[in-house]
Nanobody
Framework: QVQLVESGGGLVQPGGSLRLSCAAS????????MGWARQAPGKQRELVATITSGGSINYADSVKGRFGISRDNAKNTVYLQMNSLKPEDTAVYYCYADANSLRYWGQGTQVTVSS
């Protein structure tokens, strides 16, 4: 089992920045991938960014050049730095971890981009 706890969401103006954090606990030695997904009202959940245990990174086209994912293995934490935020980035952001062919999800944190 893997437990994930997100933090760092909130309200930000367009063009602003936020950093999300996700702390993992439990069977963390089994984690191969960690990442972030988001779900806006009335839309399907979409993967935003992924980082492997080896440090390989992938981003959705919609966030390339604006978001950055990083991982602190000593703290078992993954971060999502979000810059140049747009109203269309408004969503609940979920951290996830893939371990032993299972995907674990955090509880989600709301990000609202509005003036």
């Amino acid at each position: 089992q893997v437990q994930l706890v997100e933090s760092g969401g909130g309200l930000v103006q367009p063009g602003g920045s936020l950093r999300l954090s996700c702390a993992a606990s439990g069977s963390i030695f089994r984690i191969h991938y960690m990442g972030w997904a988001r779900q806006a009202p009335g839309k399907q959940r979409e993967l935003v960014a992924t980082i492997t245990s080896g440090g390989s990174i992938n981003y959705a086209d919609s966030v390339k050049g604006r978001f950055g994912i990083s991982r602190d293995n000593a703290k078992n934490t993954v971060y999502l730095q979000m810059n140049s935020l747009k109203p269309e980035d408004t969503a609940v952001y979920y951290c996830y971890a893939d371990a032993n062919s299972l995907r674990y999800w955090g509880q989600g944190t709301q990000v609202t981009v509005s003036s």
